[in-house]
T-cell receptor, first 111, second 116 residues
Framework: QKEVEQDPGPLSVPEGAIVSLNCTYS??????FMWYRQYSRKGPELLMYTYSSGNKEDGRFTAQVDKSSKYISLFIRDSQPSDSATYLC???????????FGTGTQLKVEL | ETGVTQTPRHLVMGMTNKKSLKCEQHLGHNAMYWYKQSAKKPLELMFV???????ENNSVPSRFSPECPNSSHLFLHLHTLQPEDSALYLCASSQVRGGMNTGELFFGEGSRLTVL
């Protein structure tokens, strides 16, 4: 079993839709949870960063962590074509240097 | 130059060649990383350097050899690679404070490697 599982997609939605991207993880020691966005032919960039359980909102983006079910979510409201990218979830224990990434979900927002 | 820059962006090499990937970070960070990104696979951590010292080698074959001459530069020397080594190689940096890594990585755009 992978430590972080993520549906690779692709996921195609119309412009303006609410997008839900999800990951599950197996390591109870994970304390930090991140979402990275990767545009085609670019490196990943940090989008959202949360510690432990709860919600974090930044503009149209909301990150949600439920440690009891080991579930990580990213919601995108009023999705735009510029949101088309691959979204990588990542988890981290807080010790050492190793982030554990999911495979990434490819999202396409169509006009 | 800002952020993390990687050169070359694309590299094609034969299995007997020797080449190097270069990474430079302009963020004043003290930790640098090499990751491998293959299609439909999670990012794989290869090497970590904290304050120029290698702190992690994630069971990487010896045909990959990292070098970190200072906290701003990182190299990945490649020799006698295999076709399965074809992938996007990403460099990243972060700031380690009080020995603690926050997990906030800043990535370069990657070097796309093709091994023939």
């Amino acid at each position: 079993q992978k430590e972080v599982e993520q549906d690779p997609g692709p996921l195609s939605v119309p412009e303006g839709a609410i997008v839900s991207l999800n990951c599950t993880y197996s390591n109870s020691a994970f304390q930090y949870f991140m979402w990275y966005r990767q545009y085609s032919r670019k490196g990943p960039e940090l989008l959202m960063y949360t510690y432990s359980s709860g919600n974090k909102e930044d503009g149209r983006f909301t990150a949600q962590v439920d440690k009891s079910s080991k579930y990580i979510s990213l919601f995108i409201r009023d999705s735009q074509p510029s949101d088309s990218a691959t979204y990588l979830c990542a988890s981290f224990t807080g010790g050492g240097n190793k982030l554990t990434f999911g495979t990434g979900t490819q999202l396409k927002v169509e006009l | 130059e800002t952020g993390v820059t990687q050169t070359p962006r694309h590299l094609v090499m034969g299995m007997t060649n020797k080449k190097s990937l270069k990474c430079e970070q302009h963020l004043g960070h003290n930790a640098m990383y090499w990751y491998k990104q293959s299609a439909k696979k999670p990012l794989e951590l290869m090497f970590v350097y904290n304050f120029k010292e290698q702190t992690e080698n994630n069971s990487v074959p010896s045909r990959f050899s990292p070098e970190c001459p200072n906290s701003s530069h990182l190299f990945l020397h490649l020799h006698t690679l295999q076709p399965e080594d074809s992938a996007l190689y990403l460099c990243a940096s972060s700031q380690v404070r009080g020995g603690m890594n926050t997990g906030e990585l800043f990535f370069g755009e990657g070097s796309r490697l093709t091994v023939l």
